[in-house]
């Protein structure tokens, strides 16, 4: 059903400011500025929500670039419309402080340089300041800046960014000056990923040196642990592979623990051996000359068939040791010599 006149004055209403017009058409819920639908946002209220949630789920850091980038794209697409409607650069900076003000963007104040394409750019309350300082933020907002280096940087056909000059919260004050610069919303953007790559490896770097640390104390609390089967018997397990830093900690700490035992045998097992080399063969040899320091004889169990052709093939040589193929029958040897035996129980 078409409205009359009458109608449509009730639920449309319609001024113009400055030379921008705005519209309002409460019956199909549309606002309008400058022809083109528009929102209302509270500043120190609504808005600063909306920008504070981007923030807490971004970080500052990364917010920083986005708020920066949307307003270097917004201003591209400002001074894209006024490209568009072949207006020189001195008419469109005309009309763009008197649109601003209208739309509460702040006080704006352009001088410009086209022959040196540059420009110092002056905005009293900013709704960016305005919502720094609803925030208790000390930081300057980087939407404003990016956005007028894209218009800088649409109406002179180069690439344009900014300097901040002044900048003042309190009085809610931004200078900046727009002037020709290699730098872009994009190189920031790399950076910041480069940045965030930096840090995710730090980061991992830094739980793989934990974890790394956390198992080279748990390889170091057993990996020599020195077993007493009697008094005078003891056992001492060697598992996996002896570089120089294990080999180092296992001779200090059979070095420092072995004398509290005092005891005749010592039984180095090698069942967990799966190969040998020099750094093995030099930390056998040492701990077998330390346990002949101490009065104790050595035995040597559990070297399999491919361990004694290793041991053959490179010549290896191992100290005064008597040898066995398992550590019970290293335990008996050693009963025996003590004029003890194990007796079996009867069935």
Not at 36 to 56: M, P, R, Y
Not at 105 to 111: A, P, V
Not at 278 to 301: I, P, Q
């Given at each position: ?127 960016e300041t305005k919502v720094k300082k609803a925030q208790n933020s000390s930081r300057m907002g980087r939407f404003l800046p990016g956005h007028w280096a894209g218009v800088f940087t649409g109406l002179f056909d180069t690439n344009m960014w900014y300097e901040v000059l002044e900048h003042d919260l309190t009085s809610d004050f931004l200078k900046i000056r727009i002037t020709e610069s290699n730098i872009t919303p994009k190189d920031n953007i790399r950076e910041l990923v480069q940045r965030e790559e930096k840090n995710e490896i ?146």
């Open positions: 059903m078409t409205q009359t006149p009458n109608e449509l004055l009730k639920t449309q209403t319609s001024i113009d400011v400055n030379g921008a017009s705005f519209l309002w058409d409460t019956e199909k819920g549309i606002f309008k500025f400058e022809g083109a639908d528009v929102l209302l946002f509270w500043t120190d209220s609504a808005f600063k929500v909306f920008l504070d949630s981007i923030e807490e789920i971004t970080g500052e850091g990364t917010a920083d670039i986005v708020f920066e980038t949307a307003g270097y794209r917004t201003g591209l697409v400002v001074s894209d419309f006024y490209k568009k409607s072949m207006v020189s650069i001195e008419t469109s900076l005309q009309f763009l402080p008197k649109i601003y003000a209208s739309a509460g963007w702040g006080k704006t104040s352009i001088d410009v340089d086209v022959a040196n394409k540059s420009a110092i750019i002056t905005i009293l309350n900013g709704w730090m980061k991992l770097e830094a739980m793989v040196e934990d974890r790394t640390r956390e198992l080279t104390d748990l390889i170091r609390e057993i990996s020599s642990p020195i077993i007493p089967v009697t008094d005078n018997i003891v056992v001492i397990p060697l598992i996996g592979k002896y570089n120089e830093l294990r080999s180092k900690d296992m001779l200090e700490h059979t070095l420092t623990s072995l004398p509290q035992h005092r005891a005749k045998f010592v039984i180095l097992d090698l069942t967990g051996i799966r190969s040998i080399d020099s750094e093995m063969v030099d930390m056998l040899n040492k701990l077998v000359s330390s346990a002949r320091l101490f009065g104790m004889e050595t035995l040597l169990v559990g070297i399999s068939p491919e361990l004694s052709m290793e041991v053959t093939k490179h010549q290896y040589s191992i100290g005064e040791s008597t040898y066995f193929r398992n550590l019970k029958h290293a335990i008996h040897f050693a009963f025996a010599k003590e004029g003890m035996f194990i007796q079996e129980p009867k069935k």
